[in-house]
């Protein structure tokens, strides 16, 4: 499972911030998002309601597992037409992007997406759910949270392949007992939620990094032209 905070909306206040506060050891008052935090970042369920925000309010926010997958083939063909079908359908699990943590954060040396500009939060724009362009990131990205986990869930035509036999009576005239010509496309149509490049990941870092996209290579789309031509 993804394990990490639920995010419960973004600070619009320096006094939604400043009200969060608990009491530690020695009697003193501290700031539940400690001093780095202003508005704009994201607000973070504290899961047991003591006031600190620590590894105790993490839970489980995601799966990388789907419910159920399931395919469908099928081969169908009118006259001298033949169509080829492949149909796979992934639902139900969850995926971790781990491209936005440094896509929508001034992290390093790395870009940002565009839709920050419009979609991040603003004093002008305090409806939006992704945090601001600035802040601090070991509030807003250095936490895995469920600000990252989106649906993993997916329909994807693994291969779509048209087909035309021209009749014996005519390729035989050019001496060829069969000839078909062939349209096929693998990977071209995928139905999903998924803001990423592909909800269907490759290679991962072993068995403990599954269903989190790290940059991963795509599943090329590929579209070929084909004679077949029997002598």
Known sequence: AFWGYQVEGIFNTQSEIDALTYVDDNGITQQTYGPNVGPGDYRFID???????????KVNIGSPYPDFTLGFTGDFSYKGFDLNLFLY??????????????????????????????????????DATIAQLGGDRQNNYARASDA??????????????????????????????????????????????YSGRDPELGSTWGVFVQKADLGNYTIPKTLNFGINATF
Do not use: C
Not at 152 to 176: E, H, M, V
């Open 148 to 193: 990252f986990i989106e649906s993993g869930s997916f329909l994807r035509f693994k291969n779509i392949s048209l087909g035309y036999t021209i009749p014996q009576n005519i390729s035989r005239k050019a001496k060829i007992e069969k000839l078909r010509f062939y349209v096929a496309l693998q990977n071209y149509f995928t139905i999903s939620k």
């Open 47 to 57: 899961q047991n309601n003591d006031g600190i925000l620590n590894e105790e309010d």
């Open 89 to 126: 359908w992934n639902y139900g699990n969850e995926i971790f992007n781990t491209v936005k943590v440094f896509t929508e954060t001034p992290y390093e040396q790395t870009n940002m997406v565009s839709y920050m500009l419009t979609d991040a939060w603003t004093p002008d724009n305090p």
